[in-house]
């Protein structure tokens, strides 16, 4: 559930966690389908056999205790995110509170985007 005005952003629970996750994407989707999770995402398709998650952090901890029941060797690293789980369904929460917030910051400004040097755009030269 969302939260729907500013007082109950105060208190809505956003702890979430990410992961790398060694698995193909489907076995993830059917993991997260067969547990019904609905705060918990495959965020970041990596290659075939790693995949990042993203989730609440009571999700991600079922997710991790049912692979470890059903994958042998499973690869499972948890990634420093100050515990937010980016790209996550249930940050979709704050995001028209967000952008209002970040409008009344950026002002009209934001409609107007600044050109940006190659080089935060890309790792490569030339």
């Given at each position: ?6 007082e109950e952003v105060a208190v809505f629970d956003l702890t979430g966690r990410m992961v790398a996750v060694g ?30 998650l993203s989730g609440s952090a009571v999700e991600i ?66």
């Amino acid at each position: 559930a969302c939260a729907s005005d500013i007082e109950e952003v105060a208190v809505f629970d956003l702890t979430g966690r990410m992961v790398a996750v060694g698995l193909e994407v489907d076995a993830l989707v059917q993991a997260i389908s067969h547990l019904k999770l609905r705060e918990t995402t495959v965020a970041c398709h990596n290659s075939p056999t790693g995949q990042t998650l993203s989730g609440s952090a009571v999700e991600i901890e079922q997710l991790k205790r049912f692979l470890e029941g059903t994958v042998e060797k499973l690869f499972w690293r948890e990634l420093d995110t100050d515990n937010i789980a980016y790209h996550a369904p249930h940050l979709a929460c704050y995001k028209e509170y967000l952008a209002t917030q970040f409008a009344k910051v950026l002002g009209e400004h934001r409609s107007k985007p600044r050109q940006l040097d190659v080089k935060w755009l890309s790792t490569s030269r030339g």
